[in-house]
């Protein structure tokens, strides 16, 4: 769907914690990469799973190892 966030799509978001921007892409298995810019991410990932189905200006709180965030989308890009 157009405007959602979903498998293959580029996702900008903003941790509304540290107010810090990053963009992941929404990959399959052994298309992972997590150097660069554009951190190439499982569909099946917390963050992943998430934020699917959202749209730019929603919000998603995440539990990490690390701690919760709480994310919000700020850009869709899709591919295809």
Same mark, same amino acid.
């Given at each position: 769907? =157009?405007?959602?966030?979903?498998?293959?799509?580029t996702?900008? #978001?903003?941790?509304?914690g540290?107010?810090?921007e990053?963009?992941?892409?929404? #990959?399959? *298995?052994?298309?992972e990469?997590?150097?660069? *810019?554009?951190?190439? %991410?499982?569909?099946?990932?917390? %963050?992943?799973?998430?934020l699917?189905?959202? =749209?730019?200006?929603?919000? #998603?709180e995440?539990?990490? *190892?690390?701690?919760?965030?709480?994310?919000?989308?700020? =850009?869709?890009?899709e591919?295809?």
């Amino acid at each position: 769907p =157009k405007g959602v966030v979903a498998f293959g799509s580029t996702v900008t #978001v903003k941790d509304l914690g540290l107010n810090e921007e990053e963009t992941y892409e929404f #990959v399959g *298995p052994g298309e992972e990469d997590y150097d660069g *810019p554009v951190m190439k %991410i499982l569909t099946t990932s917390p %963050i992943a799973k998430a934020l699917m189905g959202k =749209k730019v200006g929603e919000s #998603v709180e995440v539990t990490l *190892p690390r701690g919760a965030r709480k994310l919000e989308v700020v =850009k869709i890009v899709e591919h295809g």
